[in-house]
């Protein structure tokens, strides 16, 4: 069976030296918890958490290649800007959001009738 951070890596799409980076270890470190030859340090779960929304249950002790989201995945590769926006957002209550939603699809509109793009 593969190591449980290449069936993360490989379902995101990012290169080994890629997913290394954003797990904030060398490419060394990484091929070296992947092969084993290792421990991998708890901090690793913690940025699999907050970065990509792993579920830790899955990722420490459960079985088989299937990744495991938790139920608020946004699905995707975040970076630092961007995860912080959506954590902010996440905090706010149902009247905001919607607020803060419509502003956004109005400004993103708006650049785009500028840059001569299809709003649609």
């Not at 290394?20 to 690793?44: E, F, G, R």
């Not at 990509?52 to 990744?67: C, H, P, R, S």
Request: with cysteine; glycine share 4%; aromatic share 8%.
């Amino acid at each position: 069976m593969k190591h449980k951070l290449e069936v993360i890596r490989e379902k995101i799409g990012l290169s080994q030296v890629e997913f290394a980076d954003n797990l904030k270890i060398s490419h060394v470190t990484y091929q070296n918890y992947i092969t084993n030859k290792n421990p991998m340090k708890t901090n690793i779960g913690v940025i699999l958490r907050e970065k990509y929304n792993i579920d830790l249950n899955w990722f420490f002790a459960g079985d088989g290649n299937e990744v495991l989201i938790d139920s608020n995945n946004i699905n995707c590769s975040l970076n630092d800007k961007e995860l912080e926006l959506v954590n902010m957002y996440r905090e706010l209550d149902e009247n905001y959001k919607l607020k803060i939603y419509a502003e956004l699809l109005s400004s993103v509109a708006q650049i785009r009738i500028k840059k001569g793009e299809n709003t649609l």
